[in-house]
């Protein structure tokens, strides 16, 4: 049976016939399917302009997470993996996983809320004065955050000001940085 399958298949044919009949070969096959509706694909392609939309964010504010917190969204989003397999994978357990990964998403979720607010707010200030340079303020924020990954509140409690200031002082630092390399870039 299993050798009369096998050449039935591969008969010159039939072959024939299942080339003449494949779908791909008709000019608009969707239209001869049960239930397809253009209107459907346009809303699935809208949505996916959304989701990207959202996804690019989120990756432009990764770098702001801890390295830790950071690898362990990474392998969420852009690598599909599940907290049991993420949690084998770093030898913790499951749990302990799934909270950190709850924090992470957490200061993702705070951080573009703040990131929501420091746009609103640099729109009614003049934004040329604060892409002309950046304070010292700023700068030493920036560094002690990328380079001496201090967190949020330390920084906070070094400069004495609150953890949201210092917060919106890093973003705007970040930024400027950011549209500086690629002002260079597009020289």
Request: hydrophobic letters at 30%; charged letters at 25%; one cysteine or more.
């Amino acid at each position: 049976m299993k050798y009369s399958c096998y050449s039935h298949y591969a008969k010159p044919k039939n072959k024939f016939f299942r080339t003449v009949n494949s779908l791909e070969n008709y000019e608009n096959y969707q239209s001869y399917l049960a239930g397809y509706d253009p209107a459907d694909v346009i809303e699935n392609l809208n949505e996916q302009e959304t989701q990207q939309h959202y996804f690019d964010e989120i990756i432009k504010v990764l770098p702001l997470l801890s390295t830790e917190r950071k690898h362990l969204i990474e392998l969420c989003l852009k690598h599909g993996f599940q907290y049991k397999a993420i949690a084998h994978a770093m030898g913790r357990g499951i749990t302990e996983t799934s909270n950190e990964i709850k924090s992470a998403i957490a200061d993702l979720k705070k951080i573009l809320s703040h990131q929501d607010k420091l746009i609103i707010k640099t729109k009614t200030v003049s934004t040329e004065e604060k892409l002309e340079k950046m304070t010292k303020t700023q700068s030493l924020i920036l560094q002690l955050r990328c380079e001496h990954k201090q967190s949020f509140s330390t920084i906070a409690s070094t400069f004495q000001l609150s953890q949201k200031e210092v917060h919106n002082e890093f973003i705007v630092a970040y930024k400027f940085t950011q549209q500086n390399k690629a002002q260079s870039l597009n020289y």
